[in-house]
């Protein structure tokens, strides 16, 4: 009988402990416990006992040769004894008892005994009752057939002892299909001592219980007689295992199987597709196209609502075999399974495709979020799960490309094309951290006179090799990756400490900057702080600052762009509506948006040579403009011929290489002392 360092053990140690008779727990040859009875006898002190040698306790122990007269009763396992034990004060006491043998090899034994001069012995079977206070089930069984159960047997399964005597113990508590497992546990028992399996059981009211059992032989003088059996109720533990389980395998925002899980079920599937080439299978990988928008403006709640609305919309488009998974962020995989040709996929996009294109409600909003899907078939290359993902979203990087809301299917071309620009987006992050990107300026010039007003900050990257690349032919990849926002951060802090050094350094001029402002920059929540922080950093002076956002920026979403500009105006800077004409904004964002500059598109500039409608429009443009008390400033001036028709119609500013293209900051000082070499325009 093992007494472990728990709480069961205590509890077991408190009733040996109320026994009015000598215990000892006998192992390997020393007594490892003795009761509170056998303690105060032997003038033992502390609960605690330390182990010793069990001849240094009981004299002469021996067994059968002179039976003591002991009113305990004898039982199969049990071998009365005398012996003598010594106690403090140097007297030898006679003592006589039962020693039962729990295992014989390493020997395990519990001796019970009395002393030969002791009045009373309660007449009762100490073993029986030992094993009826161990919390767990215990059962003896000879043959299948029950010999013994303690009550928490019967408070686990709900036989009583009467019933599991008169039955076969597997046939009570065994489910259908688990008969085969006792003739296992019985051959493990007899080729190793113990065995140890968890599995189910069945209660008398038809529970299915997890049960872990520890199966033991029983031992009657040195021979197997039969088995012991211990059982325990792990249903709470492995209902916890479960969750766990679940836990890392499925997403913990949507419940959707996550990536590990889907590699696994893919990598099933192509198993499958190895033996039987008419079952197939494919991946679609979703990117949500707007989701970073909605983060930026409406906060991260509704980005978890839109991520928990999506699943539950893929859920529904998927047949039962087949699987949908968050790969992570706003990326979502599924696999469609038992497909002959690419038709099918293409089924299943165009339904996804349509399902994503349904607004959202989002918290109160509505909200258009749309889908680049990449589509790719297994195929005899793809020998593992990564390859037919990767291809996958080979396609969906394509889709994004084109504009979102739609689906690509993988071919090799693409692969590609599609390396080259995630190629580019790492040097991209590459040159960000190390600090690549420099601020040019562009004059803006009057056009009576070729003064310049002030300068539109553009951003350059100086490659490693030295070679300047324009931001305006990388600002797709920086949109997609958000890395727009950083580099926006960065910029407006440049701007500003720049604008103020210039206004130090020529306090005469009242020279104005302009800082654009991506679409995703704009709408982002951080944008405005950012702004304030720089202003307040650098101590420039904000009513010289021109935050310029481009006409499809307000397109995106007019109401939020008037909220935003107007915490703008709260700054004390000033707005440009750039890129005017560019898709044909309604006129009325003139009225009720507070734009102070108007910057007409380049393809206006240029109907500035024609004589036909667009003439007519580009000064009806500029007119409106100064009624409305805006500058209004021709983006892209090429010639002397635009010059003059631009002054003509009433054009207050002008830029573009008919002054200058953009310079570094020595060159536009220099250009701003002397002045531009332009020509005169003749009106």
């Known amino acids: 009988m093992n007494l472990p360092q728990n709480s069961d053990s205590a509890e077991q140690r408190e009733i040996l402990d109320a026994l009015p008779l000598l215990v ?53 396992q049990g071998s009365p004894f005398h012996a003598t034990l010594p106690t403090p004060n140097g007297q030898l006491l006679p003592v006589e008892g039962i020693r039962s043998i729990l295992k014989a090899e390493p020997l395990e034994a519990i001796i019970v005994a009395h002393s030969k001069g002791r009045k009373s012995v309660p007449k009762l079977n100490l073993m029986e009752d030992v094993l009826s206070s161990v919390p767990e089930s215990l059962v003896i069984v000879h043959s299948s057939r029950v010999l013994y159960t303690n009550p928490a047997f019967t408070r686990m399964f709900g036989y009583t002892a009467e019933e599991a005597s008169e039955g076969d113990l597997w046939e009570l508590i065994v489910p259908a299909g688990r008969m085969h497992e006792h003739a296992m546990l019985e051959m493990a028992v007899d080729q190793n001592g113990l065995a140890r399996i968890e599995t189910l059981r069945v209660s008398k009211t038809g529970r299915i219980m997890d049960v872990s059992i520890l199966a033991g032989p029983l031992l009657v003088e040195g021979a197997k007689a039969g088995y012991v059996l211990s059982f325990r109720d792990i249903g709470e533990r492995k209902q916890k295992e479960a969750r766990l389980t679940h836990d890392a395998l499925h997403d913990g925002l949507t419940g959707l199987p996550n990536r590990a899980l889907f590699l696994d079920r893919l990598t099933v599937a192509l198993h499958r597709r190895s033996r039987r080439r008419d079952q197939n299978c494919g991946v679609l990988f979703l990117d949500l196209d707007h989701f970073k928008d909605l983060n930026d403006t409406r906060g991260h709640e509704a980005g978890d609502a839109l991520l928990i609305a999506v699943a539950q919309r893929l859920r529904g488009t998927l047949r039962p075999q087949d699987s949908a998974a968050r ?18 996929l293409n089924i299943v996009a165009n339904r996804v495709s349509s399902e994503m294109e349904r607004p959202f409600e989002i918290l109160g909003h509505t909200f258009q979020a749309g889908a680049s899907i990449g589509v790719a078939m297994a195929g005899a290359d793809h020998t593992r799960p ?58 803006i010039c009057r056009l009576q006179d070729g003064t310049i007003e002030g300068f539109e900050s553009s951003l350059r990257w100086r490659r490693e090799d030295g070679a300047i690349a324009n931001f305006s032919d990388l600002l797709p990849v920086a949109e997609d990756t958000g890395l727009s926002i950083s580099m926006g951060r960065d910029t407006l802090e440049t701007v500003c400490i720049q604008l103020r050094k210039w206004t130090d350094e020529m306090p005469d001029r009242d020279l104005t900057l302009t800082v654009n402002v991506t679409q995703r920059q704009f709408y982002h929540l951080a944008m405005v702080p950012q702004l304030k922080a720089a202003l307040l950093v650098s101590g420039a002076d904000p009513s010289r600052l021109l935050i310029e956002v481009s006409e499809n920026t307000v397109n995106e979403n007019p109401e939020a762009a008037r909220a935003i500009m107007q915490q703008l105006l709260d700054c004390n800077v000033r707005i440009a509506l750039d890129d005017f004409g560019s898709s044909l904004a309604p006129m009325n964002y003139l009225v009720h948006l507070p734009i102070h500059v108007l910057k007409l598109s380049p393809r206006l500039t240029a109907a500035s040579n024609s004589t036909d409608r667009e003439l007519l429009l580009l000064e009806s443009l500029i007119h409106l403009g100064r009624s409305l008390g805006m500058q209004v400033v021709a983006q892209g001036v090429q010639t002397p011929r635009q010059l003059d028709a631009l002054c003509r119609l009433g054009c207050e500013l002008g830029q573009g290489d008919l002054f200058s293209g953009a310079l570094e900051p020595a060159e536009a000082i220099s250009h701003t002392l002397l002045g531009p070499s332009v020509p005169v325009p003749q009106v």
């Open 24 to 76: 000892f727990l006998e192992r390997g040859g020393q007594i490892v416990f003795a009761n509170a009875e056998a303690r105060q006898l032997l003038g033992v002190v502390d609960k605690d006992w330390a182990p010793c040698p069990t001849e240094d306790i009981l004299w002469g122990l021996s067994s059968g040769t002179a039976e003591p007269q002991t009113l305990m009763v004898r039982s199969a």
């Open 327 to 344: 790969l992570g962020g706003d990326e979502f995989a599924l696999l469609i399974e038992n497909i002959a040709h690419i038709r099918d």
């Open 386 to 443: 990564e390859l037919l993902i990767r291809d996958a979203d080979f396609a969906m990087y394509r889709a994004k490309q084109k504009g979102g809301g739609r689906y690509e299917i993988f071919d090799k071309h693409l692969e590609s094309d599609v390396t080259s620009q995630r190629d580019l987006e790492r040097e991209l992050r590459s040159a960000l951290k190390k600090r690549q990107f420099e601020i040019w300026f562009e004059p």
